[in-house]
């Protein structure tokens, strides 16, 4: 089955305790991206991957990293989590993205991460 | 930041009713646009892609207007599981920057 998967789905946490969110796609899309979706404010981008070993910042990228080592998978790593990091995460993916359009995205199934 | 306009409701609609939103759009260089469905505490889910000529999936319609720069989404012969947030999506007009995220339309079918 094409799908997105995060672990782990839910995550309370404390002030400054690294974590990593895990995401994997099997569906062999090149572009991966993560968001966070908060009341209020809507989905907002973090961070994306075009390829394997490019990554670049999105609309929120402070406090957040990323790897993109492997094409299937796009970790998200918080080093020193704060509680304005608590949210709804979900990786995405889509199978390109060309010069001006975007292919369709698939979402994971999100994660609720809380920190105290 | 690209500015995508929704109005969040909710509509509270009966079963069986026709119900119809827009979404406006500041970046007249977007050349991709989605609707998306979100349901509570889920991921969202695409809905249909919405083309310059419109298109039809079912009891859903999407239109775009690109002079007036928005996207329109109706719904026929409502049901009770159409119940969600419609979200309006569209690139960013540099491919590479992804998706532009509406705050959504909270729509509520009553029996």
């Known amino acids: 089955e094409a799908q997105v998967t995060q672990n782990p789905r839910y995550l309370i946490t404390v002030t400054g305790k690294k974590l990593t969110v895990t995401c994997s796609q099997n569906?062999?899309?090149?572009?991966m991206s993560w968001y966070r979706q908060d009341p209020g404010l809507g989905l907002r981008q973090i961070y994306y991957?075009?390829?394997?070993?490019?990554?670049d910042k999105g609309d929120v990228p402070e406090g957040y990293k990323v790897s993109r080592k492997e094409k299937r998978n796009f970790p998200l790593i918080l080093e020193s989590p704060s509680p304005n990091q608590t949210s709804l995460y979900f990786c995405?993916?889509?199978?390109?993205?060309?010069?001006?359009?975007?292919?369709?995205?698939?979402f994971g199934p999100g994660t609720r991460l809380l920190v105290l | 930041r690209k500015e995508v306009e929704q109005d969040p409701g909710p509509f509270n609609v009966p079963e069986g009713a026709t119900v119809a939103f827009n979404c406006t759009y500041s970046?007249?260089?977007?050349?991709?646009f989605f609707w998306y469905r979100q349901d509570c505490r889920k991921e969202p889910k695409l809905l249909m892609s919405?083309?310059?000529s419109g298109n039809e999936d079912g009891r859903f319609t999407a239109q775009l207007n690109r002079a007036s720069q928005y996207i329109s989404l109706l719904i026929r012969d409502s049901k009770l599981s159409d119940s969600a947030t419609y979200l309006c999506?569209?690139?960013?007009?540099?491919?590479?920057?992804?998706?532009?995220f509406g705050k959504g339309t909270h729509l509520i079918i009553q029996p």
């Open positions: 991957s075009m390829n394997v070993e490019v990554t």
């Open positions: 919405v083309y310059s």
């Open positions: 569906m062999n899309h090149e572009y």
């Open positions: 999506v569209l690139d960013s007009g540099g491919g590479a920057d992804g998706l532009t």
């Open positions: 995405a993916s889509s199978l390109s993205v060309g010069d001006s359009f975007q292919e369709t995205q698939y």
């Open positions: 970046n007249s260089a977007s050349q991709s």
